[in-house]
């Protein structure tokens, strides 16, 4: 794959409170909220019909916004959380969603948006891996990655997410992939668009086209 090395290996980058103020004013910015970018992005993950999410990664809460209410999102950035809670939403730092009574109940989909390309590949499945068994028996489990252009433009990406690394870290914790999907434009407009992603749905195997 010819994406650029992101400059910063460091999975900490994403855990402080710098990160969240960077992900708080990217919402923020006038276009932005003017125009309302992210509406097509919205539209296009409930078109996958989740049902109630467990949305891992979830940063300051924008995916949870789309979801279903009773959805829940997870982040490893302890300020993240706080945003996301201030906004409405029921999110836990993994150590809080461990001890809570929501880790007793059985969710429809997992989502995983704009977090594997943070970490390793054995980091990725290993994350994956820890979360399917909050998935209920045919649930699907869903991973939205940037593209080229995207990858670079973030020194916190660690390394590319495409179509064939997404399929094998899902194959490896025995999901079958059912759906790929360059979103919202072809892949090779992924090149330049950074906010060009790969959208991939997978289920467990044995339960593929339920």
Known sequence: MAYARAVSVDPEDTSGAAYTARLAAADARWWKRLLDVQAPYRRNLLRL???RTLDIGCGIGRNLAALEPASIGVDHNEHSVAVARGRGFTAFTPGEFAASPQSKTLFESLLFAHVLEHMTYDA???????????LEAGGTVIVITPQAAGFRSDPTHVVPFGFSEIDRTLRAVDLVPIREQSFPFP????????????????RRKGEAGR
Request: charged share 20%; net charge positive.
């Open 49 to 51: 019909r989740p049902g």
């Open 124 to 134: 990725a499945e290993t994350l994956v891996a820890t979360y399917l068994p909050y």
């Open 187 to 202: 892949r090779t407009v992924g090149r330049w668009f950074r906010y060009n992603e790969h959208v991939v749905v997978a």
